[in-house]
């Protein structure tokens, strides 16, 4: 049975076969073990050259040994790294040689990271940013992932928080301790304008979560439009290459096909879908249900017409951006129907303008130039929550004292769960600290 006070192993770095393999162990019986196989340990925080074998004796590699001694490791535990070369009969002869060990075990998923968590070396918003980090395929995916893991996001939370908890212990205090000397009276006004600063911070914070959301998983655009109107072959072109079968033949589209592109660092996810017209076939009804549906997840729609013939501006239940876009420019006069933009998926023509006005959309989107934003559906749901608990302290001028404050302990508590720190004892460490009750 896994428990935590097992010392835990793993390979740590990318899959095999690779020039170098890192194993990470991490746990009380870590260096013991690491012993046992590489002799002498170098100093913490310093690396040497080892021969690796088994307690047997027989040679497994020679590479680096790095050890770290908790609490100054990544997950606050005695760690160590084995860099080794990394075949994939070595590394799992020294992954079995290591699971020998008494006390010792394969890691979970993300054990290392939960550890690190649970010994305060990590919250819960610096690790998502780690595995966004690792994730990342974009420059603006690695921007924001950077922005999390480092902490910077964290900081932000953390300081409304304190703020928070600050005013609640001061009208605490002017509850409970108003006869006491040092505790400062009517502190009511000054605690409220920041309670209402606060707010109107937290608002503005959120109003960058469609952007955050945006950065980490993509924009998602549909391409729409009746049947033979260029979707596939727009599909392909942005692509570069043949995702979509393209025929002359109307409804070969009959399925969602998506691709992933990267336009000026941001994630775009492209969706190619079956043309909308009226059908009793099953198969392509099947296929238009599912562009519908797609279109209705839709961050923007790209409704294409043949040059010359209405493209559609409406879809029932969308309500987002459509960018009418005139297609086969290269064969088709211009007739009086208008367009955003006209192309050719055959020549070329028009793709870049394509790829700008997508650009210019995502530039639109983004509420600033910080990358401290929220990313995550939990996280705009905690900060709504703590936002609206601030808004219910503030204007419920009509209730106690007491209750207000109630709210405020709530709104504090909603920030503290983005990150993970939810302590009860930060209330009265401020107002032990700032006003000498009991001297």
């Known amino acids: 049975m896994n428990t935590d006070s097992d010392t835990i192993f793993a390979l740590s770095s990318g899959g095999l076969p690779s020039g170098v393999a890192v194993i990470r162990l991490s746990g009380s019986l870590t260096f013991l073990a690491a012993a ?41 535990e005695d760690c160590v790294e084995l860099h080794i070369h990394g ?106 304008a920041d309670m209402a600063a606060v707010h109107d911070e937290l608002e503005s914070h959120l109003a960058g979560a469609a952007f955050g959301e945006i950065v980490r998983d ?74 519908l549906k797609t279109i209705g997840e839709a961050d923007i729609v790209l409704s294409l017409a043949e040059n010359g013939e209405c493209a559609q501006e409406n879809f029932d239940g969308f309500s987002g951006r459509v960018i009418r876009v005139g297609t086969k420019l290269d064969l088709s006069v211009d007739g009086p129907a208008e367009y955003d933009l006209r192309l050719s998926s055959k020549t070329g023509a028009g793709l870049a303008e394509l790829r700008a006005c997508l650009a210019q959309e995502l530039s639109n989107l983004n509420p600033g130039h910080s990358m401290a ?9 905690l900060i709504t929550e703590a936002s609206r608990m601030l808004k219910s302290a503030i204007c419920e001028q009509d209730g106690g004292l007491d209750v207000r404050a109630e709210f405020l302990r709530l709104a504090a508590q909603s920030l503290g769960r983005i990150t993970g720190h939810v302590d009860v004892e930060d209330l009265l460490d401020v107002i032990f600290s700032e006003f000498c009750i009991g001297k």
């Not at 590394?91 to 305060?120: D, I, P, Q, Y």
């Not at 969706?271 to 238009?288: C, H, M, N, P, W």
């Not at 934003?373 to 749901?381: A, D, F, G, K």
């Open 87 to 192: 075949g994939k009969a070595l590394v799992s002869a020294l992954l079995k040689e290591l699971s020998t060990f008494e006390g010792c075990r394969l890691a979970e998923h993300g054990e290392f990271s939960r550890r690190a968590l649970e010994n305060g070396k990590l919250d819960l918003v610096e690790i998502e940013g780690l595995a966004d980090l690792i994730a990342a395929e974009t420059e603006m995916q690695r921007r924001l992932a950077v922005e999390h893991s480092s902490g910077g996001l964290s900081r932000l939370y953390k300081a409304w928080a304190d703020r928070i908890t600050r005013a609640r212990a001061l009208i605490e205090a002017e509850l409970d301790f108003a006869d006491e000397d040092d505790v400062p009276g009517s502190v009511s006004d000054r605690v409220w």
């Open 218 to 291: 993509g924009l998602k655009v549909v391409i729409a439009g009746a049947p033979n109107s260029g979707k596939s072959s727009l599909l392909n072109a942005l692509a570069q290459r043949d995702v979509a079968i393209v025929t002359s033949v109307a409804g070969t589209t009959r399925d969602v096909l998506q691709v992933d592109l990267d336009i000026d660092g941001f994630a775009v996810k492209l969706f190619d879908t079956a043309g909308l017209r009226e059908t009793d076939e099953i198969v392509e009804s099947e296929g238009i249900r599912r562009a």
């Open 36 to 76: 046992a196989l590489v002799g002498e340990l170098p100093p913490p925080q310093h690396s040497s050259l080892r021969t690796i074998r088994t307690r047997n004796g027989l040679v497994l590699d020679r590479g680096l040994v790095l050890t770290f001694r908790g609490p100054a490791s990544f997950t606050g």
């Open 373 to 381: 934003l929220p990313s995550r559906l939990r996280h705009r749901q």
